[in-house]
């Protein structure tokens, strides 16, 4: 048994456009998630280019964030957390992402919810940057293959890191910035599927964040800013010299953004690999300072599943991002109803990868089980298998902090409230411990309710992470 510092960040995720909803109220303008229609398991969402007549769009409804927020912060006080991350909207902000001036509504509206999350003792996590870019940016752009997107981002940053500086301190600048390879509507703003699209934009979005950490630190000394990645480490599948160089080349596919946001410079394998592609970035000097300069100061990272590589590509797993691509079913594993493996060890290894490469704080701000809740005769969601699945996640978290000494600021569960999936746009993909009353077609009454997790989360948080039963 273990027992987290009392300033150990518990708490829950979310982001603006899985949650608010409001898509087009208090000026918001149209983001590249709203025009995705719902999908599932199988089929993907589809990218319509425009709203179309008769097609489903949950990023349009969320669950009503937007209006509810102040009846979610008081669950959220309940349950006890100390932090509650979430994401501006960039197109609230600037709803083409080209005019000059914000739109003062939408600054308002993030005014207010940082205000109430105070009042409630809890301090936001705020990240600039959840996917959801504008619409009209995105396709005027082409997406961020384009350089330029870089300095409408830079403007958007410098608005609202002078804006909430009073009361946002800590920042996460991209959210998964190297899911590039792998949605790349959602992490690119662009559909060109040709590596050098990719690693321009993947260039560009890492300059985006080295100069949103510098705007930042430049308006405001105190914030802390971090970066963040999807988990990045991979088992060699057997001992076989091949599966584990293998595992060297995928862990190096997704880890080097995360080397640039650390260390200021691009990796020298990086590098080798871009010229043996025959790819040349547009990078400048200016640029590679602003790299240099734009050192985050901690690394969060959200974690699902683990990774196997090996050169025998059959048997790949589903997955949250990475393991669509590069995952081999792993035989010692069971997966959820949405075939993402569980491993909980796995966190515990990756964590002491992390610190291990970087000895930068890290910080777990999204970790969770996608299912499907049932209500009871009696009105109660009794979601055991979820309790179980963040039992063992956060008992290899307190293992990692309290005998293997990774520096670790805090531990958010994803989707601490049912949001819309990311991947799949359904709403009965539930991470939370909150439920809400709505179905994939977005029907309901949208009522919260607590599931049987909230109470065991609660436990967790009153007693430090000490008390793990249910
Ligand atoms: C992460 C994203 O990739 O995984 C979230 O940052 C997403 O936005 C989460 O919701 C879980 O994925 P999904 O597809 O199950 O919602």
Same mark, same amino acid.
Request: proline share 3%.
């Given at each position: 048994?273990?027992?987290?510092?009392?300033?150990?960040?518990?708490?829950?995720? $979310?982001?603006?456009?899985?949650? *608010?909803?409001?898509?087009?109220?208090?000026?918001?303008?149209?983001?590249?998630?709203?025009?995705?229609?719902?999908?599932?398991?199988?089929?993907?969402?589809? /990218?319509?280019?425009?709203?179309? *007549?008769?097609?489903?769009?949950?990023?349009?409804?969320? =669950?009503?964030?937007?209006?509810?927020?102040?009846?979610? #912060?008081?669950?959220?006080?309940?349950?006890?957390?100390?932090?509650?991350?979430?994401?501006?909207?960039? !197109?609230?902000?600037?709803?083409?992402?080209?005019?000059?001036?914000?739109?003062?509504?939408?600054?308002?509206?993030?005014?207010?919810?940082?205000?109430?999350?105070?009042? /409630?003792?809890?301090?936001?996590?705020?990240?600039?940057?959840?996917? &959801? +870019?504008?619409?009209?940016?995105?396709?005027?752009?082409?997406?961020?293959?384009?350089?330029?997107?870089?300095?409408?981002?830079?403007?958007? +940053?410098? #608005?609202?890191?002078?804006?909430?500086?009073?009361? +946002?301190?800590?920042? =996460?600048?991209?959210?998964?910035?190297?899911?590039?390879?792998? $949605?790349?509507?959602?992490?690119?703003?662009?559909?060109?599927?040709?590596?050098?699209?990719?690693?321009?934009? !993947?260039?560009?979005?890492?300059?985006?964040?080295?100069?949103?950490?510098? %705007?930042?630190?430049?308006?405001?000394?105190?914030?802390?800013?971090?970066?963040?990645?999807?988990?990045?480490?991979?088992?060699?599948?057997?001992?076989?010299?091949?599966? $584990?160089?293998?595992? +060297?080349?995928?862990? @190096?596919?997704? %880890?080097?953004?995360?080397?640039?946001?650390?260390?200021?410079?691009?990796?020298?394998?990086?590098?080798?690999?871009?010229?043996?592609?025959?790819?040349?970035? &547009?990078?400048?000097?200016?640029?590679?300072?602003?790299?240099?300069?734009?050192?985050?100061?901690?690394?969060?990272?959200?974690?699902?599943?683990?990774?196997?590589?090996?050169?025998?590509?059959?048997?790949?797993?589903?997955?949250?991002?990475?393991?669509?691509?590069?995952?081999?079913?792993?035989?010692?594993?069971? !997966?959820?109803?949405?075939?993402?493996? %569980? &491993?909980?060890?796995?966190?515990?290894?990756?964590?002491?990868?992390?610190?291990?490469?970087?000895?930068?704080?890290?910080?777990?701000?999204?970790?969770?089980?996608?299912?499907?809740?049932?209500?009871?005769?009696?009105?109660?969601? /009794?979601?055991?298998?979820?309790?179980?699945?963040? @039992?063992?996640?956060?008992?290899?978290?307190?293992?990692?902090?309290?005998?293997?000494?990774?520096?670790?600021?805090?531990?958010?569960?994803?989707? %601490?409230?049912?949001?819309?999936?990311?991947?799949?746009?359904?709403?009965?993909?539930?991470?939370?411990?909150?439920?809400?009353?709505?179905?994939?077609?977005?029907?309901?009454?949208?009522?919260? @309710?607590?599931?049987?997790?909230?109470?065991?989360?609660?436990?967790?948080? !009153?007693?430090?992470?000490?008390?793990? *039963? &249910?």
């Amino acid at each position: 048994m273990h027992k987290l510092s009392k300033d150990f960040l518990w708490g829950g995720a $979310v982001s603006a456009t899985q949650s *608010e909803g409001a898509y087009l109220e208090g000026g918001k303008g149209l983001s590249i998630f709203d025009i995705m229609t719902k999908g599932e398991r199988n089929t993907p969402r589809r /990218n319509t280019g425009t709203v179309q *007549e008769g097609e489903i769009y949950p990023n349009h409804y969320g =669950i009503d964030f937007y209006h509810r927020y102040p009846e979610d #912060v008081k669950l959220l006080k309940e349950l006890g957390i100390r932090a509650f991350r979430t994401s501006i909207s960039w !197109a609230r902000i600037f709803p083409t992402g080209f005019e000059e001036q914000p739109n003062e509504e939408g600054l308002r509206f993030y005014d207010q919810l940082f205000d109430t999350l105070l009042e /409630n003792g809890i301090e936001p996590v705020v990240t600039m940057l959840h996917s &959801d +870019v504008p619409l009209e940016l995105a396709q005027k752009l082409g997406g961020w293959k384009n350089k330029e997107m870089v300095r409408y981002f830079a403007r958007y +940053v410098e #608005v609202i890191v002078s804006h909430y500086k009073a009361k +946002v301190k800590k920042w =996460i600048t991209i959210n998964e910035i190297n899911a590039v390879n792998y $949605v790349l509507w959602f992490s690119c703003a662009m559909l060109d599927d040709d590596e050098k699209s990719k690693a321009l934009a !993947a260039s560009h979005l890492l300059l985006a964040s080295a100069t949103a950490v510098k %705007i930042g630190h430049g308006i405001d000394p105190d914030a802390l800013i971090g970066g963040m990645v999807t988990d990045c480490y991979s088992y060699p599948y057997t001992c076989n010299p091949d599966d $584990v160089l293998q595992s +060297v080349e995928d862990v @190096r596919t997704n %880890i080097y953004f995360a080397d640039v946001m650390c260390r200021g410079y691009y990796p020298s394998y990086q590098k080798m690999k871009l010229k043996r592609a025959g790819i040349c970035l &547009d990078l400048t000097e200016d640029d590679e300072k602003i790299l240099r300069e734009g050192t985050i100061d901690f690394l969060g990272f959200s974690y699902y599943s683990s990774h196997v590589s090996s050169v025998v590509k059959d048997e790949l797993v589903e997955g949250n991002l990475l393991q669509n691509i590069v995952g081999k079913k792993n035989p010692y594993l069971e !997966a959820s109803q949405w075939g993402w493996q %569980i &491993d909980p060890k796995g966190l515990r290894y990756s964590l002491n990868e992390f610190y291990d490469r970087y000895q930068k704080p890290l910080f777990i701000v999204e970790n969770g089980l996608g299912a499907k809740d049932e209500i009871d005769e009696n009105g109660k969601i /009794n979601d055991l298998y979820r309790i179980e699945y963040l @039992r063992e996640h956060i008992r290899a978290v307190e293992d990692a902090v309290c005998i293997d000494g990774v520096e670790l600021m805090g531990y958010l569960v994803w989707g %601490i409230i049912d949001v819309i999936s990311g991947t799949t746009g359904e709403m009965s993909k539930r991470y939370g411990l909150i439920y809400v009353d709505q179905d994939d077609e977005g029907n309901g009454m949208l009522e919260r @309710r607590k599931k049987a997790s909230f109470d065991w989360y609660k436990k967790v948080i !009153a007693s430090d992470g000490e008390d793990l *039963e &249910d």
